[in-house]
């Protein structure tokens, strides 16, 4: 599956241009915020961080 069949995950309404170009990636990417940390707590997982390597 490339790029353009894939549904665009939360980042896509992000403003970060870094944020935004992980937008079609095949993950269920939280920006930082309290949907993370609400979900992670309902799941008792942890959060994993990005910090960005770009």
Excluded at 10 to 24: C, F, G, M, T, V
């Amino acid at each position: 599956m490339t790029n353009s069949n894939r549904v665009p995950n939360r980042l896509i309404n992000e403003k970060s241009p870094y944020l935004l170009q992980h937008a079609n990636n095949p993950v269920d990417w939280f920006p930082w915020g309290q949907e993370a940390f609400d979900k992670a707590k309902d799941e008792d997982k942890p959060v994993f961080l990005s910090i960005g390597y770009s």
